[in-house]
Protein backbone atom coordinates (compact mmCIF):
# COMPACT_ATOMS: atom_id res chain seq x y z
CA UNK A 1 0.00 0.00 0.00
CA UNK A 2 2.77 2.00 0.47
CA UNK A 3 3.98 1.85 -3.58
CA UNK A 4 1.00 2.54 -4.26
CA UNK A 5 0.45 6.08 -1.46
CA UNK A 6 3.17 7.45 -2.73
CA UNK A 7 2.33 6.78 -6.56
CA UNK A 8 -0.74 9.01 -6.04
CA UNK A 9 1.09 11.70 -4.07
CA UNK A 10 3.77 12.01 -6.92
CA UNK A 11 0.98 11.99 -9.47
CA UNK A 12 -0.87 14.82 -7.97
CA UNK A 13 2.05 16.50 -7.36
CA UNK A 14 2.50 16.25 -10.74
CA UNK A 15 -0.93 17.78 -11.55
CA UNK A 16 -0.67 20.38 -9.16
CA UNK A 17 2.47 20.98 -11.25
CA UNK A 18 1.46 21.16 -14.36
CA UNK A 19 -1.33 23.16 -13.84
CA UNK A 20 1.05 25.91 -12.18
CA UNK A 21 2.51 25.78 -15.50
CA UNK A 22 -0.65 26.16 -17.36
CA UNK A 23 -1.52 28.81 -15.26
CA UNK A 24 2.10 30.84 -15.65
CA UNK A 25 1.28 30.10 -19.22
CA UNK A 26 -2.05 31.87 -19.61
CA UNK A 27 -0.30 34.93 -17.07
CA UNK A 28 2.40 35.38 -20.04
CA UNK A 29 -0.64 35.74 -22.74
CA UNK A 30 -2.88 37.71 -20.56
CA UNK A 31 -0.26 40.07 -20.51
CA UNK A 32 0.63 40.09 -23.92
CA UNK A 33 -3.26 40.78 -24.80
CA UNK A 34 -3.61 43.30 -22.61
CA UNK A 35 -0.44 45.10 -24.07
CA UNK A 36 -1.37 44.57 -27.36
CA UNK A 37 -4.26 46.39 -27.33
CA UNK A 38 -7.03 44.46 -24.69
CA UNK A 39 -10.33 43.43 -26.17
CA UNK A 40 -9.67 46.06 -29.13
CA UNK A 41 -6.86 43.00 -30.30
CA UNK A 42 -8.90 40.48 -29.35
CA UNK A 43 -11.78 42.21 -31.31
CA UNK A 44 -10.46 42.26 -34.78
CA UNK A 45 -11.76 40.34 -37.34
CA UNK A 46 -9.80 40.98 -40.63
CA UNK A 47 -6.20 42.85 -41.21
CA UNK A 48 -5.16 44.29 -44.75
CA UNK A 49 -1.48 44.95 -45.18
CA UNK A 50 1.11 46.06 -47.27
CA UNK A 51 4.54 46.52 -47.64
CA UNK A 52 7.50 44.99 -49.00
CA UNK A 53 9.15 41.28 -48.78
CA UNK A 54 12.54 40.80 -48.85
CA UNK A 55 14.07 37.80 -49.55
CA UNK A 56 17.44 37.46 -48.37
CA UNK A 57 20.55 35.65 -50.11
CA UNK A 58 22.86 33.58 -48.69
CA UNK A 59 25.89 36.26 -47.23
CA UNK A 60 23.57 38.86 -47.82
CA UNK A 61 24.26 42.29 -45.27
CA UNK A 62 22.77 45.60 -46.84
CA UNK A 63 19.56 43.53 -47.82
CA UNK A 64 17.53 46.51 -47.79
CA UNK A 65 19.10 47.45 -51.57
CA UNK A 66 16.84 46.21 -54.23
CA UNK A 67 19.22 47.27 -56.98
CA UNK A 68 22.72 45.47 -57.13
CA UNK A 69 22.34 44.20 -53.22
CA UNK A 70 22.15 41.05 -51.84
CA UNK A 71 18.44 40.87 -51.53
CA UNK A 72 15.53 40.67 -54.00
CA UNK A 73 12.34 42.64 -53.15
CA UNK A 74 8.65 42.35 -53.80
CA UNK A 75 5.32 44.51 -53.43
CA UNK A 76 2.29 43.02 -51.35
CA UNK A 77 -0.82 43.02 -50.08
CA UNK A 78 -1.82 40.69 -47.83
CA UNK A 79 -5.45 40.01 -46.54
CA UNK A 80 -6.03 38.21 -43.37
CA UNK A 81 -9.96 37.12 -42.25
CA UNK A 82 -9.42 35.15 -38.80
CA UNK A 83 -8.33 32.27 -37.85
CA UNK A 84 -8.26 30.75 -41.41
CA UNK A 85 -8.25 32.87 -44.61
CA UNK A 86 -5.63 34.34 -46.22
CA UNK A 87 -4.85 36.07 -49.64
CA UNK A 88 -1.15 37.56 -50.57
CA UNK A 89 -0.73 39.37 -53.89
CA UNK A 90 2.39 39.61 -54.77
CA UNK A 91 4.17 42.28 -57.17
CA UNK A 92 7.82 42.47 -58.76
CA UNK A 93 9.00 43.77 -61.77
CA UNK A 94 5.71 43.05 -63.77
CA UNK A 95 5.46 40.10 -62.61
CA UNK A 96 2.14 39.11 -60.05
CA UNK A 97 1.65 36.39 -58.07
CA UNK A 98 -1.06 35.52 -55.80
CA UNK A 99 -1.62 32.98 -53.38
CA UNK A 100 -5.09 32.42 -51.60
CA UNK A 101 -6.30 29.91 -48.79
CA UNK A 102 -9.56 29.37 -47.16
CA UNK A 103 -9.37 26.58 -44.60
CA UNK A 104 -8.70 23.66 -46.34
CA UNK A 105 -8.83 24.94 -49.95
CA UNK A 106 -6.34 27.07 -52.31
CA UNK A 107 -4.96 28.17 -55.06
CA UNK A 108 -2.57 29.57 -56.97
CA UNK A 109 -2.01 32.38 -59.31
CA UNK A 110 1.41 32.79 -61.75
CA UNK A 111 1.36 35.67 -64.28
CA UNK A 112 4.79 34.21 -66.00
CA UNK A 113 2.89 30.95 -66.46
CA UNK A 114 -0.74 32.45 -67.00
CA UNK A 115 -1.97 29.75 -65.46
CA UNK A 116 -4.79 29.58 -62.01
CA UNK A 117 -3.79 26.50 -60.23
CA UNK A 118 -5.43 24.69 -57.46
CA UNK A 119 -2.74 24.28 -54.45
CA UNK A 120 -1.66 20.95 -54.05
CA UNK A 121 -2.63 19.01 -50.48
CA UNK A 122 1.35 19.46 -49.64
CA UNK A 123 1.12 23.57 -50.10
CA UNK A 124 -2.22 23.45 -48.01
CA UNK A 125 -0.96 21.41 -45.61
CA UNK A 126 2.03 24.03 -45.70
CA UNK A 127 -0.50 27.14 -44.76
CA UNK A 128 -2.18 25.18 -42.15
CA UNK A 129 1.38 24.54 -40.46
CA UNK A 130 2.32 28.08 -40.59
CA UNK A 131 -1.53 29.84 -39.96
CA UNK A 132 -0.27 27.58 -35.96
CA UNK A 133 2.78 29.26 -35.79
CA UNK A 134 1.45 32.42 -35.26
CA UNK A 135 0.78 35.23 -32.47
CA UNK A 136 -2.85 35.69 -33.43
CA UNK A 137 -3.10 32.18 -33.42
CA UNK A 138 -2.00 31.87 -30.00
CA UNK A 139 -2.88 35.01 -28.41
CA UNK A 140 -6.71 34.07 -30.35
CA UNK A 141 -6.87 30.94 -28.36
CA UNK A 142 -7.63 29.21 -32.07
CA UNK A 143 -5.34 26.22 -30.71
CA UNK A 144 -7.76 25.30 -27.89
CA UNK A 145 -8.91 21.47 -28.61
CA UNK A 146 -6.14 20.85 -30.42
CA UNK A 147 -3.25 21.66 -28.24
CA UNK A 148 -1.86 22.10 -25.05
CA UNK A 149 -0.69 24.98 -23.85
CA UNK A 150 2.91 24.91 -21.07
CA UNK A 151 5.10 27.43 -19.85
CA UNK A 152 9.09 26.36 -20.59
CA UNK A 153 10.72 29.17 -18.39
CA UNK A 154 12.85 32.09 -19.34
CA UNK A 155 15.45 32.28 -22.20
CA UNK A 156 18.10 34.92 -22.79
CA UNK A 157 16.96 37.84 -25.39
CA UNK A 158 18.62 40.72 -25.66
CA UNK A 159 20.57 43.31 -24.43
CA UNK A 160 20.88 41.14 -21.34
CA UNK A 161 17.00 40.99 -20.60
CA UNK A 162 15.54 36.92 -20.59
CA UNK A 163 12.21 36.50 -22.27
CA UNK A 164 9.04 34.65 -21.27
CA UNK A 165 8.82 31.28 -23.04
CA UNK A 166 5.35 29.60 -23.48
CA UNK A 167 4.75 26.39 -25.88
CA UNK A 168 1.89 24.68 -27.69
CA UNK A 169 2.41 20.71 -28.50
CA UNK A 170 -0.56 19.53 -31.34
CA UNK A 171 -1.85 16.20 -31.09
CA UNK A 172 0.12 15.44 -34.08
CA UNK A 173 3.17 16.09 -32.10
CA UNK A 174 3.72 19.71 -34.00
CA UNK A 175 4.78 22.20 -31.16
CA UNK A 176 5.72 25.61 -31.43
CA UNK A 177 7.43 28.18 -29.25
CA UNK A 178 6.82 31.63 -28.51
CA UNK A 179 8.80 34.21 -26.69
CA UNK A 180 7.81 37.47 -24.93
CA UNK A 181 9.93 40.25 -23.34
CA UNK A 182 9.15 41.27 -19.53
CA UNK A 183 6.46 44.32 -20.91
CA UNK A 184 4.84 41.37 -23.15
CA UNK A 185 5.70 41.96 -26.41
CA UNK A 186 6.05 39.24 -28.73
CA UNK A 187 9.34 39.14 -29.18
CA UNK A 188 9.85 35.35 -31.58
CA UNK A 189 7.63 32.37 -32.47
CA UNK A 190 10.05 29.10 -33.29
CA UNK A 191 9.20 25.30 -35.06
CA UNK A 192 10.89 23.09 -37.14
CA UNK A 193 9.42 22.44 -40.69
CA UNK A 194 10.46 19.53 -42.96
CA UNK A 195 11.36 21.24 -46.16
CA UNK A 196 10.86 19.73 -49.81
CA UNK A 197 13.71 17.66 -49.72
CA UNK A 198 12.82 16.07 -46.16
CA UNK A 199 15.32 18.41 -44.21
CA UNK A 200 14.68 19.36 -40.78
CA UNK A 201 14.64 23.13 -40.82
CA UNK A 202 14.37 25.57 -37.68
CA UNK A 203 12.47 28.26 -38.72
CA UNK A 204 11.99 31.39 -36.39
CA UNK A 205 10.25 34.54 -36.66
CA UNK A 206 11.04 37.89 -34.65
CA UNK A 207 9.25 40.89 -34.50
CA UNK A 208 9.96 44.14 -34.52
CA UNK A 209 8.73 47.93 -34.51
CA UNK A 210 5.57 47.80 -33.06
CA UNK A 211 3.28 50.66 -34.22
CA UNK A 212 0.09 51.64 -32.56
CA UNK A 213 -2.95 51.60 -34.72
CA UNK A 214 -6.27 52.81 -33.13
CA UNK A 215 -4.96 51.33 -29.57
CA UNK A 216 -3.53 48.27 -31.16
CA UNK A 217 -0.12 47.78 -31.28
CA UNK A 218 1.15 45.06 -34.50
CA UNK A 219 4.73 44.59 -36.03
CA UNK A 220 5.85 46.56 -38.82
CA UNK A 221 8.93 44.33 -39.34
CA UNK A 222 8.76 40.70 -39.09
CA UNK A 223 12.72 38.89 -39.99
CA UNK A 224 12.41 35.18 -40.58
CA UNK A 225 16.03 33.24 -39.34
CA UNK A 226 16.10 29.42 -41.29
CA UNK A 227 18.81 27.13 -39.24
CA UNK A 228 20.10 30.50 -37.61
CA UNK A 229 20.81 32.74 -40.91
CA UNK A 230 18.56 36.09 -41.54
CA UNK A 231 16.50 34.23 -45.22
CA UNK A 232 13.61 37.19 -45.51
CA UNK A 233 11.81 40.27 -44.26
CA UNK A 234 8.30 41.75 -44.43
CA UNK A 235 8.20 45.10 -43.37
CA UNK A 236 4.89 46.61 -43.68
CA UNK A 237 4.04 50.13 -44.76
CA UNK A 238 0.56 50.43 -43.37
CA UNK A 239 -2.10 48.01 -41.25
CA UNK A 240 -5.98 47.97 -41.16
CA UNK A 241 -7.97 46.32 -39.09
CA UNK A 242 -11.92 45.34 -39.41
CA UNK A 243 -12.48 45.83 -42.93
CA UNK A 244 -15.32 44.81 -44.58
CA UNK A 245 -13.56 41.38 -46.92
CA UNK A 246 -15.64 40.17 -49.89
CA UNK A 247 -15.64 36.54 -49.87
CA UNK A 248 -15.26 36.78 -53.59
CA UNK A 249 -11.65 37.35 -53.11
CA UNK A 250 -10.76 34.02 -51.95
CA UNK A 251 -12.84 32.11 -54.45
CA UNK A 252 -10.18 30.38 -57.50
CA UNK A 253 -10.73 32.52 -60.71
CA UNK A 254 -12.26 31.19 -63.36
CA UNK A 255 -9.73 32.48 -66.00
CA UNK A 256 -5.92 33.83 -65.28
CA UNK A 257 -7.48 36.84 -67.10
CA UNK A 258 -9.98 37.39 -63.75
CA UNK A 259 -6.74 36.58 -61.76
CA UNK A 260 -5.18 39.61 -63.22
CA UNK A 261 -7.98 42.27 -61.62
CA UNK A 262 -6.68 44.22 -59.01
CA UNK A 263 -7.65 43.12 -55.69
CA UNK A 264 -10.42 46.50 -54.86
CA UNK A 265 -10.72 46.67 -51.03
Known amino acids: MAFYTGLLVLLFAFCVNAQKTDEKAQAVLAKAIQNLGGDRYLQIKSQVGRGTFYLIHEGGVVFLKQIGGEASSQKFVDVLVFPDKERTDFKSAGTRTIQANSGDTGWIYDSDLEVVKVQTPVQIANFRESIRTTIDYLLR ?78 PFVVDRFTNGSHASRINYESVEFNKTIPESIFAKPATPKDAKKDLKL
Open 141 to 218: GSWKGDADLTYAGRRPGTLGKRNDVVRLTFKDGFTVEFEFADDGLPQKAIHKHLNAAGEELKEEDRYAQFIDIDGIKT
